[in-house]
């Protein structure tokens, strides 16, 4: 059973679309994140939720949202997409909020702006 | 802004060679930890160290927490193939204790047969 599971895996859109990306974990976490890996395979963190609650914005467009209707889900919708938009994006879950926990990967869904 | 460097940033070696990556910050962690990811795939979780002096053993694999808990070194005794991928540090820091991981850059290991 897949523990972190993300769709789509690929994703080819033109500038100024809008498109969602949907994470769900089958762990019980109750917190879960979207990071954004780009060319050089930089990792950063984008947002952590907990029990459905929006915990850590970093500095990121208001053009991304996300939303978690549940514990064990957490998309990602991006308005007017741009070029550097383009990225990995991986969704990830742990079981508490402090940095020390082990994060469980999705296997990413590499988004191409065109 | 807590920062973690990874060195070297891209290393290629013979099947059967040792090799060490270091990952350093100028700050304390209160714990840290190594990912591997391989191509198309997320990053998987190797171990975690949380004491000073700390070393753990993975196989071939040996991970070391400096004393001070601001460095941390990966150890690979008689490197394969199977070892390529991106290794990756991930320290937490120690407050407030709700902040997130903080990654290094990588270090993208390629082990030829």
């Known amino acids: 059973d897949t523990a972190v599971s993300q769709t789509p895996k690929y994703l080819v859109t033109q500038m100024g679309n809008d498109k969602s990306i949907k994470c769900e974990q089958n762990?019980?976490?109750?917190?879960m994140y979207w990071y954004k890996q780009d060319s050089k395979k930089f990792l950063k963190i984008m947002f952590s939720?907990?029990?459905?609650?929006?915990?850590i914005n970093e500095t990121v467009p208001n053009r991304f949202s996300p939303k978690s209707p549940d514990k064990a889900h957490l998309n990602l919708h991006i308005n007017s997409l741009e070029l550097g938009d383009s990225a990995v994006y991986f969704c990830?879950?742990?079981?508490?909020?402090?940095?020390?926990?082990?994060?469980?990967f999705g296997p990413g869904t590499r988004l191409t702006v065109t | 802004t807590q920062l973690l460097e990874q060195s070297p940033q891209f290393l290629s070696i013979q099947e059967g060679e040792n090799l060490t990556v270091y990952c350093n910050s100028s700050?304390?962690?209160?714990?840290l930890q190594w990912y591997r990811q391989e191509p198309g795939e997320g990053p998987v979780l190797l171990v975690t160290?949380?004491?000073?002096?700390e070393v753990k053993k993975l196989k071939r694999l040996t991970f070391q927490f400096g004393d001070a808990r601001k460095d941390s070194s990966l150890h690979i005794t008689a490197a394969q193939p199977g070892d390529t991928g991106l290794y990756l540090c991930?320290?937490?820091?120690?407050?407030?204790?709700?902040?997130?991981?903080?990654f290094g850059k990588g270090t993208r290991l390629s082990v030829i047969a």
């Open positions: 160290v949380v004491t000073g002096g």
């Open positions: 939720y907990n029990n459905k609650e929006l915990i």
């Open positions: 990830a879950s742990s079981q508490g909020l402090e940095g020390g926990y082990e994060q469980y």
């Open positions: 700050s304390v962690f209160s714990s």
């Open positions: 762990l019980g976490h109750d917190t």
């Open positions: 991930a320290g937490a820091g120690l407050r407030p204790r709700n902040t997130p991981l903080v």
